[in-house]
């Protein structure tokens, strides 16, 4: 379990590499860990971004707007925990977003987003036990609706795109919740549903790739690293460094 306090601490502190096992050829576990039954898990909390789909769709929308390669920067350095503010960068990055049409939403959704490899086999495991399923983004509603249908996950929070005539604003709509779901909302997101459907956290698996999950891993019983950033990776219990998700399941009991 990751210490709560690693958001600002993590990029100084990795712990040694020989720390882990290697499981599989593409999975790593931390050094003692104890393998679950898949039934322990009562709670599932996923990234979306990178994580259960192939894209950072931020980065894809300003791709109509001719700044892909400035916001993929800025995502990148974001993700491996260069940019410490994630609050401040998204905000950047979304700015550069202005002037974009609605309609380019759309078309990254049918032509550019894919589920990643095993995702779907590993969520129909988690639901096949009764497990509790959780998107929580620091992408956008227009995503996560489509995605959290698609793989019938029950709960889902992003952040949702202002849009005016038909063009984004380059701003953000509040929500209930407040205006950005970065690292700390996702663990204090985790952490309510807990509450809300009587879990334990402990009983809880966070899966993640980039720097801001690194909070709800650490609120979490167990937490995954999918194909994740370093920083990421050497912080988690379990690190599927490469393969489909479902790989994963081979160190579960079943």
């Known amino acids: 379990m990751i210490p709560p306090d690693c958001e600002s601490t993590m990029s100084q502190h990795a712990p040694d590499p020989s720390a882990y096992d290697d499981f599989t050829p593409g999975l790593r576990v931390r050094r003692g860990l104890a393998r679950w039954p898949l039934s322990r ?32 920067a800025i995502t990148e350095a974001s993700m491996r925990g260069e940019i410490t503010d994630f609050r401040e960068s998204l905000r950047r990055r979304v700015a550069l977003l202005r002037g974009v049409p609605e309609s380019a939403l759309a078309d990254v959704l049918a032509q550019r987003l894919q ?5 779907e086999m590993f969520l129909a495991a988690l639901h096949a036990h009764g497990v509790a399923t959780l998107l929580v983004s620091g992408g956008f509603t227009f995503f996560s609706r489509a995605v959290r249908e698609r793989l019938g996950m029950g709960y889902a929070r992003a952040n949702q795109l202002e849009v005016s005539d038909g063009v984004l604003t380059g701003g953000l709509v509040p929500q209930a919740w407040g205006d950005i779901c970065d690292g700390a ?5 985790l952490l309510e549903l807990c509450s809300l459907l009587d879990i334990d956290p402990a009983d809880t698996l966070a899966v993640g790739d980039g720097a801001n999950d690194l909070p709800m891993m650490g609120a979490a019983g167990l937490s995954l690293a999918f194909h994740a950033k370093p920083l990421v990776a050497a912080q988690a219990d379990l690190s599927l ?5 479902d790989d994963v399941l081979d160190w579960f009991q079943l």
Do not use: H, Q, W, Y
């Open 185 to 189: 909302e996702k663990r204090r997101t």
């Open 241 to 245: 460094v490469v393969g489909p998700m």
């Open 115 to 119: 589920i990643n490899p095993g995702v």
């Open 41 to 72: 898990v009562r709670l599932a909390a996923f990234d979306m971004d990178s994580t259960l789909i192939n894209i950072e769709c931020i980065d894809e929308i300003a791709d109509a707007a001719g700044r892909k390669a400035e916001v993929a």
